[in-house]
């Protein structure tokens, strides 16, 4: 995986997963310019700032794959 950087200012075009995190991240606010390597995510905020709590539950709800309650794909249940 490259660096990705979005700002801002940019309007983001993209629909892979870095793409979708850092819209969801800029919807919240404050947050001037994001910066994602592998699994290091780097956020200038803004002055106001941004809640790191509703960052991490952005990221957390994203790439949370089996939750509870949910069975897990198994080659024995496929029928396909």
Do not use: W
């Not at 700002?7 to 947050?31: C, H, T, W």
């Not at 960052?55 to 790439?63: E, G, L, Q, S, T």
């Amino acid at each position: 995986m490259d660096h990705e950087r979005y700002e801002s200012s940019n309007e983001i075009l993209g629909e892979r997963p870095p793409d979708k995190l850092a819209k969801a991240i800029f919807e919240l606010g404050g947050v001037d310019k994001i910066t994602m390597n592998s699994n290091v995510i780097t956020i200038d905020s803004g002055k106001g700032g941004v809640d790191p709590n509703q960052v991490m539950a952005i990221i957390v709800d994203m790439f949370t794959y089996y939750l509870p309650g949910v069975e897990v794909p198994s080659f024995e249940n496929n029928s396909d």
